[in-house]
C-alpha cells in the first residue's frame, strides 16, 4: 500500500490538474486541434483555456502554431513528445496508485 501512497505523492501536478488533464487526454489522440475546438471540448472560458494552455506551453507539454486559414487567424495546439511520455507516466502512475489504495 505504501507503493501506491508514493505514486500518488509523485504524480506530475502539470498533468494533475484536471483541466489540464482534460486538454491534455483530448490532444493524446488527435495531430493537433484549433482553440475552438478545445474551448468547445472543454466547457472552460476562454480566459481559463488559455492560461491552462501556457502553462502547458511553458512545461514543453504543448506546441503552439499562429497561422491563417485563408485570412483568419488560427492558433492550434499539439502535444509534444514531452507531453505524450507525461501523460503515459501520469497514467501509468495514477493506474498504479488506484490499484493499491484500499477498498
Known amino acids: 500500500m505504501a507503493e501506491g501512497f ?5 504524480l506530475d501536478r502539470i498533468v494533475h490538474e484536471p483541466a489540464r488533464l482534460m486538454i491534455i487526454a483530448l ?15 472543454t466547457g472552460l472560458t476562454r480566459g481559463n ?12 507539454y504543448v506546441d503552439v502554431h499562429k497561422g491563417f486559414r485563408g485570412r483568419v487567424p488560427q ?8 507531453g505524450r511520455t507525461a501523460y503515459r507516466g501520469y497514467r501509468e502512475r495514477m493506474r498504479r496508485a488506484v490499484e493499491s489504495l484500499p477498498e
Do not use: I, M, V, W
Not at 27 to 40: C, G, I, T, V, Y
Open 6 to 10: 508514493r505514486d500518488l505523492a509523485g
Open 75 to 82: 492558433t492550434t495546439y499539439s502535444l509534444t513528445e514531452e
Open 27 to 41: 490532444l493524446q489522440p488527435l495531430e493537433s486541434a484549433d482553440f475552438l475546438f478545445l474551448l468547445r471540448e
Open 49 to 60: 483555456l488559455s492560461a491552462h494552455l501556457s502553462k502547458l506551453e511553458d512545461a514543453g
